[in-house]
């Protein structure tokens, strides 16, 4: 028998109107018993009392929907009750006693209502113990990397102010946080069975832990994208002021000093800005613009005093020495000559000692997927006029993955790429 929320309501109604007021041994009304009456309704009482708790137990235990209780055979009162019946019989007593009869109507619901709740609780224990067989944490095999990486995430979030006093820092933390975020806030349904089951081991302490900083983080985050629109204007603005006095001063080497690491700084402020609020946003456009109008007003002072400038900049170097070094070049050539057919490359250079790796995990509609990559920096001279070579980035990409699968990210020209340029009777 199924039995409906409404049914078993019901009888647990009627239970309750027959349990009102304690089971008492006290003369209530009318005949008084006699000492062997009143000694045997109240053994009768106190082990009626002991089961009315049992299936209040039992009943709690229900409407909580935790059976965590293994049920005995007729919820350890049925059998029992039995033999309180024999014994009432047994006892002799007046039926027409007003706590004879509190008593044997409490015995009679009981009788009737056990069943129906055994019944009950048997099918919900059943499925409560199916459920718990999946909670088992064997049946989620992302577990010990999920917890690793929240323990990598308290690391990154747990200090705010650590990461956002540094927009070179937060450039490189605020990219990562909102798949990091919305992944933290997949968990709790991801392992609901396990957390509901308190089975989830030391996931839900990380999870506890994650919670007094995530949110933490995020609030600081939204209140600094307020500030960086100040902070960039600063940064722009003395790389223009420091532009104008290099002019003034007649010393170029303020382009590669103050007025690129500021430059650098407002691109770095740009960058978060970016991350945070997503590049379509109004307030971001609005940066990009004033980066492009800024940078304009910096290459006019810089192109007035090329010939100081140029004379200072030397070809890059040239400083990994791997193996493969000779096959990395040719991939590079083939794609910038693919790209650009009427450059006149002069030189392909490797400036840095070693790859850079970076891992991480990225969110989709198709779920998280992990990103594992290595990039090696080139620089590309070309020569752009009689007398004059640029400088330009490019990139080999190493997909660990997918066996180190290789290409080569050339696009670098006319996409805010720091570029340089040189004399080309200076090149090395």
């Known amino acids: 028998m199924i039995l409906t929320q409404k049914s078993l309501k019901g009888l647990f109604t009627i239970l309750l109107v027959c349990m009102l007021g304690a089971i008492s041994t006290q003369t209530l009304a009318g005949q008084k018993l006699l000492y062997p009456q009143e000694k045997a309704l109240k053994s009768i009482s106190n082990k009626v009392s002991s089961m009315v708790k049992t299936f209040k137990t039992y009943k709690a235990l229900h409407e909580k929907k935790t059976y965590t209780r293994k049920p005995e055979p007729g919820l350890g009162i049925t059998k029992k ?152 204007d600063k940064e722009i603005n003395q790389a223009v002021s420091m532009a104008e006095k290099a002019r003034a001063n007649n010393k170029p080497a303020f382009f590669k000093g103050g007025v690129a690491q500021h430059f650098r700084r407002a691109t770095d402020v740009l960058s978060v800005m970016e991350a945070i609020k997503g590049k379509e946003d109004p307030a971001v456009v609005a940066l990009v613009k004033k980066y492009d109008q800024q940078k304009q007003k910096i290459d006019a002072v810089e192109n007035a005093m090329a010939a100081e400038l140029l004379a200072s900049i030397k070809a890059p170097g040239d400083k990994y020495s791997g193996s493969d070094k000779s096959n990395l070049m040719t991939m590079i050539r083939k794609e910038w000559e693919k790209l650009y057919p009427e450059d006149d490359i002069m030189a392909i250079r490797f400036p840095a000692n070693n790859w850079n790796r970076s891992t991480s995990w990225k969110w989709n509609n198709s779920g998280w997927y992990k990103v594992d990559t290595s990039a090696l920096v080139v620089k590309v001279v070309v020569k752009t006029e009689k007398e004059i070579a640029t400088i330009y980035p490019a990139y080999i990409n190493k997909n660990h993955l997918k066996g180190d699968s290789l290409n080569v990210g050339a696009q670098t020209k006319g996409h805010g790429y720091v570029t340089q340029k040189m004399l080309v009777k200076n090149f090395e």
Do not use: C
């Open 81 to 232: 009750l039995d033999q309180v019946f024999i014994e009432f019989e047994n006892a002799k007593l007046p039926q027409d006693h007003k706590k004879v009869k509190n008593v044997k109507s409490w015995m009679d619901a009981l009788k009737k209502n056990t069943p129906l709740l055994e019944e009950y609780y048997l099918e919900g224990y059943g499925k409560f113990q199916a459920n718990a067989k999946k909670a088992d944490i064997e049946n989620f095999p992302d577990y010990d990397q999920d917890v690793a990486r929240l323990k990598e995430m308290y690391k990154a979030y747990k200090n705010p102010r650590s990461v956002f006093n540094n927009p070179e820092k937060a450039k490189v933390v605020v990219p990562k946080f909102n798949d990091e975020y919305a992944f933290y806030k997949s968990l709790p349904t991801k392992y609901a069975l396990p957390l509901q089951a308190n089975k989830a081991r030391s996931l839900k302490t990380w999870l506890k832990t994650n919670d007094k900083y995530l949110d933490k983080f995020k609030a600081y985050q939204d209140d600094y994208a307020n500030k960086l629109p100040g902070m960039f």
